[in-house]
């Protein structure tokens, strides 16, 4: 669901501030000293196609709602005595219903494509990157990590394949995991024994992709890791020749050659 809002607060004192706020509604508030009033329009839809779109306007006064128009009711409602006493005179009112009901295409369906083309038909690709992960004790010898970022919208799925075929046991995922910067991130994550000659691959499929994309697991070993093994084994290999020199000159100096 999409919302926007047109927020005002109005008193008998003059304006001392004004905050506008776009983040798929808009705000814009004044606020006063003593009572505080409140008119909220609403764009509500849950589609495209805004088939089931509805205009409400609310009025507020010291957070208590009097009266409300909801275009899918096509007249005012009031909620307390004054709300009642205004919502009567409104409908009796044929130039007051004829234009609060035009706003349900005046403002919220030609907004509503305006925000459409500006945020909610954008999409941004998830970068993927696999690795390998220690695993939990378990009957696997092995995990491996799918690892979607910064994509847009929410919605993604990510799946494994051994061989082509996709793979249902042995497979946990998080959540679609908010950046807080409108990106999202995802982590799925296989546990398996690996067999020689077998093709491991992470699928993801997303708005932003014109069609899924299969990322094929590579067994190698990183160029950082086999660093690291290198130079664990050249340590070994030296503290070895250490040791047996070690063990050379105690012996000498037992048999008194030293």
Known sequence: MC????????????????????????????????????????CRFTSKDLQDAEFIRSYVFNMVEDVRFNSSVGEYVGYTELGVKNAKAWNSDPGELAGIRAQLDSYCRNNAGIH???VLDKTAKPYVRMSSVTPPSGRHTAMLMCSAYDFYPKQIR?????????IKSDVTSTEELADGDWYYQIHSHLEYTPKSGEKISCMVEHSSLPEPMVYDWDPSMPESERNKIAIG??????????????????????????
């Open 3 to 42: 919302l926007f809002h047109y927020h005002s607060q109005q008193g008998n004192m003059a304006i001392q501030n004004i905050y506008i706020y776009l983040l798929g509604f808009l705000s814009i508030s004044y606020r006063t000293d003593g009572y505080y009033e409140q008119v909220v329009d609403e």
């Open 116 to 118: 459409y083309s500006a």
């Open 158 to 166: 990510v799946t494994w394949q051994r061989d082509g075929h996709e």
């Open 233 to 258: 084994a050249s340590g070994l290999v030296l503290g070895a020749i250490i040791a047996l020199a070690g063990l050379v000159y105690y012996k000498k100096k037992s048999a008194g050659v030293l």
